[in-house]
């Protein structure tokens, strides 16, 4: 042992610190696999293109996996995970380990290689890539798993064995940690093909016997822990769902045995029921749960008790947000939780992984000491964890806790986060309901008196494609490179471009292209106060994707006009009508880190505001036609039906707040990129825009079998002609034939005809032709009708 660790004695007793020598109790559940400046990124795709060797991606991988596992093992945490790396997605490696390849990819057997896996990714020159869909209520994507009746399962990817080994072999005992087998059922689809759609855990049988194979190689590897996400447990499960818990892991008991198993659980409380099942489970050693969104279990823990002589891995620091941990509050919560578990079996954890988080905040060298002393990425998490850890064993470092307490006081009385107005006016909506005075289809009729547009008219979403010209114009302008006036000339130029190409394909309702943001929320942020943006902030999206989400740390206000400026001029270009382009409150507060000191719908009320008073500016600026973008409406959405009315419900409080004191003759109009909204339907109506945009060109008009299926809309409606994910440009045919389809369900007199979404990701030459056609086709039409 070395001799410094026998001369340190604790600060509380003269008692030598040797006698707890041992780990705190302290575990991670996954960190973020990019990197800190997102070296795993530039690898993959520097890879993907071709410019580096599969070695040379393997090789960064290594070293990140190291440096993390160093990083938490120097923070003293005991229980640090491995497995947590990706190359691309958990549950796809999930699906490479239990050999689960859809056909289509070719794969004949051995060891899933880059290849095959990529493929699946991102699909090849043959094959398109499988379905992506969100992780849970995150921003993280997952690759969907398709699974037929006949899939047969086999062990084909020893990944979590070889990182075990890795992180073995530098002196470092890991957590091997596998997504559950009911978890990754249950987030699979039927496979195409797959006529009459079958039970997913009618498989479960198939897949145990690959997890068995994994554990005992993991066994033989000398791993004493292993842990299974199985976050669908917080979902609303039904008794046959919960059953597979049972069934799963009372088979899998036997290949238990010397092995310490953790049911790791996160992003909602876990539902009573769910509770009982998995707690009067043989064979486990510890549960984890997610003690910062799932209030509710720490209740139900504390009252129905918890199984004698397990452990309880309690997250109380949050995986989800960039906030400093209040290690006091956090602190009493888990000695109220050690008085029920007692004493050696309270685990301190996160959350979740950390992988939804910032990484480090050492590289944040814009955010000024006092808001960065507000803040904690996953590299601080960690220390707080194993700080918690001390403290609860009773070396409390007490440096590091005043130093925290400090922080939490100076951000309660932060003159920068309290904005006595702000509250008040938003205060005052409690309890009120905001709508437009006149019925939607009595202000359409006055809104067409003043348009006159003819019938199916054509709009598009709002962006045109950005050119690296125009990012550079941007960049240099940030930089003071170039002048305000050589800005403003520079994107008034591009404008002008944009409004005389629309005229000339005959577009009715114009857009000015939005050239001057970056971002559909960055750009508001960095005009409403109340936002901080970091520069590595950076969050996975999916993939080698990753979002920078800003962070609102204060209350928010609108100091001055945000868009007029550029909406103005814009309309001056055309004796069109040109639509004002804005984000709205619901977008912008699901796309933000925000803050954890109110309730979420305070500060999305407070960005409503702030909005309204941008939108009454463009009417008063005389733009007849506003858009007010809710992309992220549906994201926000809780992952349990009892709490889904209460969001929907403030949610679309929030943006009917932004309009409702407009004239009749102002037409607003939102947009949504998902056609998956049918269960929203009644919410979205709620909403009471004029008109709306959506996505739907996807989705094998799944969104117009609500029409069909009778549910009443009366407003404006733009169901996406066309696929602007694609370079692929559509023929007026094909978007007359999808035009033909909706008319089959909605009237005509309310039909937009538009794209699915921004032209911001496309080029020149994709977007005016599939623009002509959309305009011919609609002119086409018009004709017939
Ligand atoms: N107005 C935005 C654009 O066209 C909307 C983007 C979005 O819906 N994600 O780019
Ligand atoms: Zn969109």
Sequence with gaps: WPLSSLLVFSSYSSRPLLLHRRKMASHVVGYPRMGPKRELKFALESFWDGKSSAADLQKVSQDLRCSIWKQMSDAGVKYIPSNTFSYYDQVLDATAMLGAVPQRYGWSGGEIGFDTYFSMARG??????????????????????????????????????????????????????????????????????????????????????????????????????????????????????????????SELESSFSGLNVLIETYFADVPSEAYKTITSLNGISGFGFDLVRGTKTLDLIKSSGFPIGKYLFAGVVDGRNIWANDLAASLNTLNDLEAVVGKDKLVVSTSCSLMHTAVDLVNETKLDAEIKSWLAFAAQKVVEVNALAKALAGHKDEAFFSANAAAQASRKSSPRVTNQEVQKAAAALKGSDHRRATDVSARLDAQQKKLNLPILPTTTIGSFPQTMDLRRVRREYKANKISEEEYVNAIKEEINKVVKLQEELDIDVLVHGEPERNDMVEYFGEQLSGFAFTVNGWVQSYGSRCVKPPIIYGDVSRPRPMTVFWSSMAQSMTSHPMKGMLTGPVTILNWSFVRNDQPRFETCYQIALAIKKEVEDLEAAGIQVIQIDEAALREGLPLRKSEQAFYLDWAVHSFRITNCGVKDTTQIHTHMCYSNFNDIIHSIIDMDADVITIENSRSDEKLLSVFREGVKYGAGIGPGVYDIHSPRIPSTEEIADRINKMLAVLESKILWVNPDCGLKTRKYTEVKPALTNMVSAAKLLREQL
């Design 124 to 249: 090849n020159a043959s094959v398109p890539a499988m379905e992506m869909t969100k992780w849970f209520d995150t921003n993280y994507h997952y690759i969907v798993p398709e699974l037929a009746p006949d899939t047969k399962f086999t062990y084909a990817s020893h990944k979590a064995v070889s990182e075990y080994k890795e992180a073995k072999a530098l002196g470092i005992d890991t957590v091997p940690v596998l997504i559950g087998p009911v978890t990754y059922l249950l987030l699979s689809k039927p496979a195409k093909g797959v006529e009459k759609a079958f039970p997913l855990l009618s498989l479960l049988g198939n897949v145990l016997p690959v997890y068995k194979e994994v554990i005992a190689e993991l066994k033989a590897a000398g791993a004493s822990w292993v842990q299974f996400d199985e976050p669908t447990l917080v979902m609303d499960l039904d008794a046959h769902q919960l059953e597979a818990f049972t069934k799963a892991y």
